[in-house]
């Protein structure tokens, strides 16, 4: 038997959409649900000010919690940077968009740049790799399919809602748990021009089938329009494969001459 | 007196000194149990009035068996009291005591005899085989036997050749009987004489509502109830006092919907589990319908609940918490207090929820509202309707407490209804708007005690700040909560049920109706009815309004519960048929063209059942359509 994995949470202050009150991120949950599915040792991470509600990840399944505290206006990933290089976890788990806060989806790659991890987003289901320090990962894509990879530990992944639902609330499991308060990295925001704008559902690009063409013509092009398009190509060689991917960022108009 | 008789008045002796022990020995195991505070002087003093009274009230609904146990009890103590009285010289010498004897002992044999001809040539599916088969042949040996010497001493010896062989046939059915105290159909006797003495809820015989659930220290070392050491002692006396009659069966809705729930095999579980080295091999009554695989072992210190234990999960989420069971018991056990300190270490300790309950619970915990809508939504059926909000005024008379149904579209005419009504009636009322929080009853019947406590006490805190006379609400679980199992955290109010509000308006005039031409059957919600005692009012309104009114086989405080309690529409325990379905056959059957129903969830269950069936009708509903039946100009409330 392998030595359990020693995975990181990392887990952030959310907000409930409806009451705004502060609550765990379902998907960090899902998050640690997954680990415990791999048999791992878990630590969560929270870096922030003081909050009521971190400690509620230990009701999900969760043992024990390290909360590095940091001022409401510091960015915790210096503090996170900083407590992943002691903690030494062959995995670290995250969710793939916070709730209720900045919501950007970007600190799982910012610290995976910081740390030199791959970053293998939006998994559904994780299993034991078949050699030491690998993982097989179930990555959820648009449309219910599913992609199975396998990484080299370490690494970062993150947690798709599509995963296994979280184990459900133990009061007394909260009250076990244990939270490790230690001090964090002060480190304020820089100035960042972010401009707010109210939500502005965008309109759907559909592709113009012809105004006669049948209702499954039209439900063939509406749905079509949405995925993109490109080829699914099997174990190509390297050279191929870079080739198609030039070809398509051509097409698309990304790459330019 | 003759020899035969000295012997038999020895042989009761030993009998009695052998069942002091066996029913010793399984006292013993209660021990176990936590402590429980028990004023035993007032439960010895009021056994006789509770058994007489309170247990005959409930075993007298089956007349067979009433008069079976009259006799078959009556007759074994008094006989074989009489036959230890006998070893007095004085006593033991009068042939006259002797006939007395005889007398009693002929009584108990006609008990016997009832017991028999219950149980063959064919045992109804209620009752339990195994060792009760053989329970009516034990008593007709002890009890004839003891006949024959008793009759041979009152005729001063001249029938002696019966008196011999009597007194070994009852020395043996009397052993038998003694033998099996601990664990045959004879322990009622004596664990129900203690569970009635030391009943864990002692208020109920004494006429007052004891149907709140007490509340759970949450600080405690271990939340709800994992293995029987876990029961307080006279719980598990509790368990030890069913005599596996079935009536709890034959109510239960869930057993009746082919849920893996019998609330009479639960029970068994729960008493046979106390044992060290338990299994669950002797149980022969009726089993857990589509019964979930097993284990069946168990200990005074080893987990009930689970696949590897003696009760399966979904035998526990089957229950509605309906009470039909309590209500039923003659041995006044407590299966719902049971069912929920069960449920509470599942959903606290272990968070082994059934899935589809745990979201629920989760938007309870950070949204107040257990689907997550916004608690400003609340009020959103009103759209056009005069909705005073208690906030915006100093108070008012009457606060209207609105209850998770203001969400669903189809009980959002129910309330209309009700509020075009109290302003009809020119009540002073308001509601709480966002203020009002879930009241937490499906919270604490889940087991989540946590979220019920904060919720009430947030509720409570709501409700300080406001004034108001009394609180009125047209769902009964909410009632229930807020009159009932709010006072233990510290919120006394009220609280009245929209029924007996309408009916009150309705007979001072303020409403004015017309009759309606239609027949209806009544609904209970078993929180109103059985929970809280409010069987009249509705009917008495129904009756107001004109209608014609059929009763269905099963109602009042023994109505039937639609499926709607207890958090298990959340919980969705699949069985064979829908409870809400067996329900409305029941409505049909009485061939009336509406069902008038006082509850959301009533009206929610019993809406969703398809095809043919009478029409379901909230009673606010129904009243407001005999006052609209009104002439305008007499519905002007008299003044
Ligand atoms: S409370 Fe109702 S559903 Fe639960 S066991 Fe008793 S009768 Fe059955
Ligand atoms: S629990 Fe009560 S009603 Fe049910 S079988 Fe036992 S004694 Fe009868």
């Known amino acids: 038997m392998r030595e359990p994995m020693n995975v990181a949470v990392l887990l952030s202050a959310g907000h409930h959409p409806v009451s705004g009150r502060a609550c765990p991120v379902p998907v960090e949950m899902q998050a640690i649900g997954l680990g415990n599915a791999l048999g791992a040792e878990m630590t969560g991470l929270h870096a922030g000010p003081a909050s009521e509600t971190i400690a509620d990840a230990l009701g999900h399944g969760l043992a024990r919690l390290v909360h590095l505290k940091i001022g409401e206006a510091d960015d915790p990933l210096a503090s996170l940077i900083a407590a992943l290089g002691t903690e030494k976890s062959a995995l670290v788990l995250a969710g793939r968009v916070g709730q209720g806060g900045e919501d950007s989806g970007l600190l799982p790659y910012a610290l995976a740049r910081a740390l030199g991890l791959p970053v293998v987003p939006d998994a559904s289901a994780l299993r034991e790799g078949p050699e030491p320090s690998t993982l097989l990962v179930e990555q959820a894509l648009p449309r219910g399919a599913r992609r199975r990879l396998m990484v080299r530990l370490p690494a970062l992944v993150t947690v798709h809602p599509a995963a296994p639902a ?10 076990r748990g244990v939270v490790e308060e230690r001090a964090g990295i002060a480190s304020p925001r820089g100035e960042r021009a972010i401009e707010e704008r109210a939500y502005r559902p965008r309109p759907k690009l559909i592709a113009k089938s012809a105004a006669g063409a049948s209702a499954a013509e039209r439900l063939k092009a509406a749905t079509e329009a949405a995925s993109g398009g490109g080829r699914v190509l099997v174990d190509p060689p390297p050279e191929e494969a870079a080739r198609e991917i030039l070809a398509h960022l051509r097409d698309i108009g990304v790459l330019r001459g | 007196m003759t020899e035969a008789a000295f012997s038999l008045s020895l042989a009761i002796l030993a009998l009695a000194a052998i069942a002091a022990v066996m029913a010793g020995g399984r006292a013993r195991l ?7 505070k028990v004023d035993w002087m007032r439960g010895l003093m009021a056994l006789p009035k509770r058994y007489l009274v309170d247990v005959h009230h409930v075993v007298g609904r089956d007349p067979y068996a009433a008069r079976m146990h009259a006799l078959a009890a009556g007759g074994l103590l008094g006989g074989s009291a009489l036959a230890l009285l006998a070893l007095l010289p004085p006593l033991g010498g009068s042939r006259l005591f002797w006939a007395l004897v005889a007398l009693a002992f002929a009584v108990a044999l006609a008990g016997g005899f009832m017991v028999g001809r219950r149980r063959y040539p064919e045992r109804p599916a209620r009752l339990s085989g195994g060792k009760f088969q053989r329970l009516p042949f034990l008593l007709a040996a002890y009890a004839g036997g003891a006949f024959l010497v008793a009759l041979d001493a009152a005729l001063a010896g001249s029938v002696w050749p019966l008196a011999w062989p009597g007194l070994w046939l009852a020395a043996a059915g009397g052993l038998g009987l003694a033998m099996q105290l601990d664990r045959g159909p004879m322990r009622h006797a004596f664990a ?4 009635l003495v030391a009943h864990p809820r002692a208020a109920r015989f004494e006429g007052r509502r004891e149907t709140a659930l007490a509340p759970l220290n949450l600080e405690a070392p271990r939340l709800g109830v994992a293995t029987p050491a876990d029961f307080a002692w006279n719980r598990l006396a509790g368990f030890d006092a069913c005599i596996q009659c079935g009536r709890c069966e034959v109510a239960c809705p869930a057993f009746a919907a082919g849920q893996p729930l019998n609330p009479k095999r639960l029970i068994q579980d729960l008493a046979t589990s106390m044992v060290p080295g338990a ?4 149980y022969a009554g009726s089993p857990y319908p589509h019964a979930r695989e097993v284990a069946g072992i168990g200990g005074p210190d080893l987990p009930i609940v689970g696949a590897g234990a003696m009760i399966h999960p979904d035998t526990l989420w089957s229950c509605t918490t309906c009470r039909a069971c309590v209500e039923e018991c003659p041995m006044m056990i407590e299966h719902v207090d049971a069912i929920v300190a069960l449920r509470r270490f599942q959903t606290l300790e272990l968070g082994a929820l059934p899935e589809k309950a745990a979201a629920p619970l989760a938007e309870l915990r950070y949204a107040d509202e257990p689907q997550g809508r916004p608690l400003a939504a609340r009020t959103d059926f009103a759209a056009g309707l005069d909705l005073p909000l208690i906030s915006a005024r ?10 998770e149904g203001a969400y669903d579209l189809r009980y959002g005419r129910t309330l209309r209804a009700l509020v075009r009504l109290l302003h009809l009636a020119g009540v002073d009322f308001a509601v709480l708007g966002e203020e009002e929080r ?6 604490r019947r889940l087991g989540d005690e946590a979220t019920f406590q904060r919720l009430a006490r947030a509720n409570i805190a709501t409700l300080a700040r406001h004034s108001f006379r009394r609180i009125l609400t047209p769902d009964p679980h909410a009632l229930h909560v807020l009159r009932n199992e709010y006072p233990a955290l510290g919120g006394i109010y009220e609280v009245v049920h929209h029924s007996a509000f309408l009916d ?19 609904h209970d919600p078993c929180y109103l009815g059985r929970y809280n005692g409010e069987i009249d009012a509705p009917r008495r309104l129904l009756d107001r309004l004109g209608l014609a009114r059929l009763e269905m086989e099963r109602s009042g405080r023994r109505s039937m519960c639609c499926g709607g309690g207890g958090g298990a529409p959340l919980s969705d325990i699949e069985g064979e048929r829908r409870i809400p379905d067996i329900r409305m056959d029941q409505a049909a059957q009485t061939g009336a063209g509406i069902v008038a129903v006082a509850c959301p969830q009533c009206t929610a269950m019993l809406e969703g059942v398809t095809g043919t069936r009478p029409e379901v009708r909230d009673i606010a509903e129904l009243v407001l359509e005999a006052v609209e039946a ?10």
Request: net charge positive; charged share 20%; with cysteine.
């Open chain 2, 30 to 36: 209660w021990r176990a149990g936590r402590p429980a």
């Open chain 2, 279 to 282: 299994t669950n091999v002797a």
């Open chain 2, 438 to 443: 879930d009241c937490g009853d499906i919270a």
């Open chain 2, 192 to 195: 129900g004489a203690l569970h």
């Open chain 2, 394 to 403: 100093a108070g008012a008379e009457v606060l209207l407490w609105l209850g």
């Open chain 1, 166 to 175: 979280p184990l459900p609330f133990a009061y007394a499991a909260r009250r």
């Open chain 2, 630 to 639: 009104m002439p305008a100009r007499a519905r002007e409330p008299a003044t």
């Open chain 2, 504 to 522: 009150e308006l309705v007979a001072e005039g303020r409403l004015g109706v017309a009759p309606l031409k239609a027949s209806v059957t009544y």
